[in-house]
RNA sequence: UACCCCGUGGUGUAAUCGGUAGCACAGCAGGUUUUGGUCCUGUUGGUUCCUGGUUCGAGUCCAGGCGGGGUAACCA
């Protein structure tokens, strides 16, 4: 998909195909789409493609987007998710241009149902679910008709009454439409309309003991709302034949919906069902952990609405059933952050650096760029002294040709700072190294030699006196499978990654003292972090790997060592 | 043993009224670089699932296969 990158390119994809024609040929004025969740648990980033989808097509086209909760049932549902998705796609980036309730147009709704009941096209069944279940005939096996099929509108119409007044208890009747128990489609052999449920709606309160269906409702909400063009996901494509059905029965305007396959990433699930299970079962902390595929979740991680909508847009729209690589993902993310995030300097695996030839106790303090991709973004000072932190694999003991940092002997430049020779290594009695000794260049100050000698590697460090600590966390895939959907047995909880969460003691630079939860920062040489606006307190930042930089060195010794062995660029 | 949908390089996705395959990511190679990041340049990958047919010409149309997905909640 061009489109993404090339704002000239105006996107092309089948819906918009549709939408174009449909606007020439004058079937549609202004283009209206919606999304509408139910509000029984959190968006995902499935949810973002949707909200993408919709809401970008009716930008494109001058058209309107509604956010519609679609809240027909209230045993699933609850306030607090009408709450958290208006939140989320607002974090997003989305303005919707009216906020609606399927619950407001139970009214409507109702009559209507009256009206198909009078057109002799529904009738009320006294049997059962299991009943009704049981009846409905299997794949490839017809249904068999209710022995109430053939009840008079006017009992009907009486019965349908007595169940709105609250005269039978949960389940003893339900509302159907009348229309052929041996389609092929199993979602025409008489779909209830209307169940009985004494029961409490979030929304429209003790005003209801029947709640209409899925399908007896969301076409009609479409209908009302003006919708044009009512996008949704594949697995809708067998209530396409019922929605056109109804808004046909009942003679009102008829929306054109049209299903789209919904988004699968490697290394995550988008099952409402399996994240629950993820959130029961302690796998993770809660529906905003870091590692879930939840708006929430990747919001707390550090990844930034403008490119998740990004990667939302770029890749499509289709009717193919996909997975997309979860590396385009981190490529978006990468993208949006190189552009916008200030660097600082963090040690996460710290071993002490002695400049033997400092001025004891002297400080220097070096300027040091905020981010070179935007130079509006300024500069700050760093303190720099003779006894520092750097990264522990920025050290080999015996380092092959090919490795740039410092190793016994070899010259590196201090980012921002001075040059330095390795000259000798502290050990403990279990032969790990303890500090590394070197000595510094003072004609190299701001990291150039007026002799012109170069250095191949250029190293981070934070003043060991002014490193300020804070636990740094370090995310992976929470699962090891790029496809976890398809576990053995479905069991996806075996595949689990073990190591998808991992926390540090680091050291930083001091002015990440005062970060602000929500702020992103690039850790120079490691990746990009977020400071957790949850756990963060102040003085006390808790920081989250949002993804790491790409790292051509580690990649190279990966492939050196392709199984066992420890990579050497190993970074935090 | 039904019905519906889908099938383009590793992964996605594009190709006006049918005119001979583009883009992004990934990969590879080189250059720049005070982040082994970014950026720049070049480049490897496709008999467009198969077989027939229509046509001067088919990824695009037709037929038949093969493969994948979906559907049997008083869920959405």
């Given amino acids: 998909m061009t489109q993404a990158n090339d704002p000239a390119t105006p996107a092309s994809d089948f819906i918009r195909d549709r939408i174009r024609a449909d606007l020439q040929s004058g079937k549609v004025k202004q283009v209206v789409t919606r999304f509408p969740p139910e509000p029984n648990g959190y968006l995902h980033i499935g949810h973002a493609k949707a909200i993408t989808v919709g809401f970008s097509i009716a930008q494109e086209f001058g058209g309107r987007c509604n956010l519609r909760m679609d809240d027909t049932n ?107 128990m041996a389609h092929a489609n199993l979602n025409m052999r008489d779909p209830v309309m209307y169940r009985i449920r004494h029961m409490h709606h979030q929304r429209a309160g003790a005003a209801w003991c029947i ?65 629950l299970q993820l959130v029961e079962g302690g796998v993770v902390q809660g529906w905003d952990d870091p590692r879930m595929p939840t708006l929430r979740g990747l919001r707390r991680r550090g990844v930034p609405p403008e490119a998740l909508v990004a990667f939302c847009k770029h890749v499509g729209v289709a009717k193919f059933n996909s997975t997309h690589e979860i590396g385009l993902f981190d490529f978006h993310v990468r993208d949006w952050l190189n552009k916008h995030a200030q660097r600082r300097m963090a040690v996460l695996d710290p071993v002490k650096l002695v400049i033997d030839n400092w001025p004891a106790g002297h400080v220097e303090w070096v300027e040091a760029a905020n981010n070179p991709e935007d130079p509006a973004a300024g500069v700050r000072k760093l303190p720099f002294r003779g006894e520092l932190w750097i990264e522990r694999d920025d050290f080999m003991e015996n380092p092959p040709k090919d490795f740039f940092r410092l190793g016994p002997g070899r010259e590196v430049r201090l980012r921002c700072g001075w040059f330095v020779t390795c000259t000798s290594v502290d050990k403990d009695a279990a032969g790990n190294v303890t500090a590394i000794h070197c000595t510094y ?96 307190r102040p003085g006390a930042p808790v920081f989250h790997r949002t993804v790491g930089l790409k790292d051509s060195w580690q990649k190279a010794q990966a492939k050196a060592t392709p199984k066992g062995g420890a990579p050497a660029g190993k970074k935090g």
């Fill in 74 to 180: 209230p045993a699933a549902e609850d306030q607090e998710y009408v709450d958290a998705i208006k939140e989320d796609v607002r974090w997003l980036g989305f303005q919707w241009d009216a906020m609606y309730y399927a619950a407001d147009y139970f009214g409507q709704l109702y009559a209507w149902a009256e009206q198909l009941v009078e057109k002799g096209l529904a009738y009320v069944d006294d049997q059962d679910a299991d009943a009704i279940a049981a009846s409905r005939g299997t794949l490839t096996a017809p249904g068999a008709n209710s022995p109430c099929r053939d009840r008079s509108p006017a009992d009907n119409l009486r019965l349908l009454r007595e169940m709105k007044a609250g005269r039978f208890r949960d389940g003893e009747k339900v509302l159907r439409a009348k229309i052929d």
């Fill in 441 to 536: 260049d003072p004609a190299t100050k701001g990291g150039n030699a007026p002799d012109g000698r170069k250095v191949k590697g250029t190293i981070h460090w934070v003043a060991a006196a002014d490193a300020v600590e804070a636990d740094v966390r370090v995310y992976e895939h929470l699962f090891t499978s790029p496809d976890p959907a398809s576990a053995d047995g479905g069991d996806f909880l075996k595949l689990v990654n073990p190591n998808s969460v991992r926390t540090v003691r680091a050291k930083l630079e001091p002015s990440l003292r005062d970060a602000q939860g929500g702020e992103r920062f690039q850790f120079e040489r490691i990746g990009y972090f977020y400071c957790d606006h949850k756990d963060s």
């Fill in 211 to 275: 709640y209409p269906m899925y399908d007896w409702a969301h076409g009609q909400s479409d209908s009302i709302e003006g919708i044009t063009h009512s996008l949704c996901t594949l697995e809708f494509e067998h209530h396409r034949p019922l929605y056109d059905w109804f808004c046909d029965a009942l003679g009102i305007y008829k929306p054109q919906q049209i299903e789209f396959a919904r988004l699968n990433i490697e290394h995550m699930l988008t099952s409402k069902r399996k994240l």
